[in-house]
T-cell receptor, first 110, second 116 residues
Framework: DAKTTQPPSMDCAEGRAANLPCNHS???????VYWYRQIHSQGPQYIIH???NNETNEMASLIITEDRKSSTLILPHATLRDTAVYYC???????????FGQGTRLTINP | DTGVSQNPRHKITKRGQNVTFRCDPI?????LYWYRQTLGQGPEFLTY????????KSRLLSDRFSAERPKGSFSTLEIQRTEQGDSAMYLC??????????????FGPGTRLTVL
């Protein structure tokens, strides 16, 4: 079962920062936080992951609270192509399968 | 394009028929995964291979489902005696052994199965 809680949907204006929250209050010390997204009719795509430090890559930033019980994915300048379902996944180091929840459907509006 | 490929992209079948899907992972990726996704839900793990060995199977994978990866390259997923409840998107993903610290999986576009 998924160990994360996400809002079912969010809207954001094009060009603004999209901040997607995720609660994972039962996270264990060896579990990473992953974010994937799925654009309509495509397979999921890896975005970013983190353990306890904030992370940034060319796609997004990941902010993890100090107690690690929640995190926020930030898309700094959202475009229409960022419209997708975003999944927050908690998974231990070395795990093979990904356990997806229902994710957040993010709609970027022009 | 060197991504994960899946064939066919769409399959419509009648209840009771057998269907087989194929997944070609990214070359050099020795780990291969199958997931199933129903409408409005996130993908659900079905099974995973390391090379030709099937190392984990979900209890979702009933005895009507079988997956193979005979030479450690492409994989097939067969569903026998299909039921309407099998209608879903079947996703394949791969990644290379060694990336055990973080779990980046590369997904294919999926095969959409409709059972009439």
């Amino acid at each position: 079962d998924a160990k994360t809680t996400q809002p079912p949907s969010m809207d954001c204006a094009e060009g603004r920062a999209a901040n997607l929250p995720c609660n994972h209050s039962t996270i264990s010390g060896n579990e990473y936080v992953y974010w994937y997204r799925q654009i309509h009719s495509q397979g999921p795509q890896y975005i970013i992951h983190g353990l306890k430090n904030n992370e940034t890559n060319e796609m997004a930033s990941l902010i993890i609270t100090e107690d690690r019980k929640s995190s926020t994915l930030i898309l700094p300048h959202a475009t229409l192509r960022d419209t997708a379902v975003y999944y927050c996944i908690v998974s231990p180091s070395g795990a093979q399968k990904l356990v997806f929840g229902q994710g957040t459907r993010l709609t970027i509006n022009p | 394009d060197t991504g994960v490929s899946q064939n066919p992209r769409h399959k419509i079948t009648k209840r009771g028929q057998n269907v087989t899907f194929r997944c070609d992972p990214i070359s050099e990726h020795n780990r291969l995964y199958w997931y199933r996704q129903t409408l409005g839900q996130g993908p659900e793990f079905l099974t995973y291979f390391q090379n030709e060995a099937q190392l984990e199977k979900s209890r979702l994978l009933s005895d009507r489902f079988s997956a193979e990866r005979p030479k450690g390259s492409f994989s097939t997923l067969e569903i026998q005696r299909t039921e309407q409840g099998d209608s879903a998107m079947y996703l394949c993903a791969s990644n290379p052994e060694g990336r055990t610290i973080y779990n980046e999986q590369f997904f294919g576009p999926g095969t959409r199965l409709t059972v009439l």
